[in-house]
């Protein structure tokens, strides 16, 4: 199975999640995975583009597809959000033909190289989960958590709809929790692993969109969790950097370490910090892994 992918680690990944996508070329290099560049790539336009200009954001999103496609490699990506809009496209591109050749009749008068709808959309946490030889991943684990309690959150745009996507979602997803039993930890049980983050109504309701981050951490936090893990950029926007504004509204103290799912992995395998971002993480996950000898 080839491991060679066109990366797209979306808006937040290039910008104010860097250490995200930065965790992600480390761990993808230690486990033979390459992250082929997509310099031609926009923005995916996100939900917010879908809801009001459908067709513009399925135009868009072919154009991002026919860029892999025409490297002759699948996409892999780091955003939940980037990977539901691209998901959702390629769905209806390879069960709807009427709408990909209209689509396709866009990027004809734009210049752009048709899509044929033959590349599948996937997430690196699949990639390292489902695709990477397991013993390959074990032998990568220098530092295992030693039990340590960890709280996976899925997050919700790469959960559903369940049936656009290339690997279990829904229900059925457990990449975070077997990701965190190979690296020697604990998955903690709560109510809030599979909800929205509250990354979407940030704007137009951020008094809402901290509650949210406080309940989701805080559910983690009272069943045990000692840290968190995301696989979205955007989730690890919102359960890191709005931790303490949402201690604000709830009038409670949070401090629950939340961290990219690449970054805990990179760590795990002994690299180095600055190269995983950690010191840019602002509730810093670093005291607590340094309890296990991380």
Not at 83 to 90: C, D, I, K
Not at 214 to 241: F, H, Q, R, W
């Amino acid at each position: 199975m080839s491991l060679e992918f066109s990366f797209y680690p979306g808006c937040a990944g290039k910008q104010v999640q860097k250490e995200a996508k930065s965790a992600a070329h480390a761990v993808a290099r230690e486990l033979g995975i390459t992250l082929h560049p997509m310099p031609r790539a926009s923005c995916c336009g996100a939900v917010s583009l879908r809801e009001a200009k459908l067709a513009f954001s399925l135009a868009v999103a072919a154009r991002i597809l026919s860029e892999a496609e025409a490297a002759g490699r699948n996409i892999c990506t780091i955003c939940n959000t980037c990977l539901q809009t691209l998901s959702h496209a390629n769905y209806r591109f390879k069960h709807e033909p009427d709408v990909l050749e209209k689509i396709n009749g866009v990027l004809k008068k734009a210049g752009v190289r048709p899509y044929g709808a033959t590349i599948k959309v996937q997430h690196l946490l699949w990639v390292v989960m489902d695709q990477v030889d397991q013993k390959v991943l074990k032998s990568k684990i220098t530092r295992p958590l030693k039990g340590l309690k960890v709280a996976p959150f899925y997050g919700c745009h790469n959960l559903r709809p369940s049936e656009i996507y290339e690997s279990k979602a829904g229900d059925e997803a457990d990449h975070l929790d077997r990701l965190i039993t190979v690296l020697g930890g604990s998955p903690v049980s709560y109510g809030g692993a599979r909800k929205c983050c509250g990354f979407h109504v940030m704007l137009s309701d951020p008094r809402e969109m901290r509650s949210m981050v406080a309940t989701n951490c805080l559910d983690a936090k009272d069943n045990g969790a000692e840290l968190m893990i995301s696989p979205c950029t955007l989730c690890d926007m919102s359960l890191n950097a709005y931790q303490m504004p949402a201690e604000k509204v709830v009038g409670k103290k949070i401090g629950l370490p939340e961290m990219n799912f690449a970054q805990l992995l990179g760590a795990s395998m002994g690299l180095d910090a600055g190269e995983l971002g950690l010191e840019r993480l602002h509730v810093d996950p670093r005291p607590v892994l340094k309890s296990k000898g991380l």
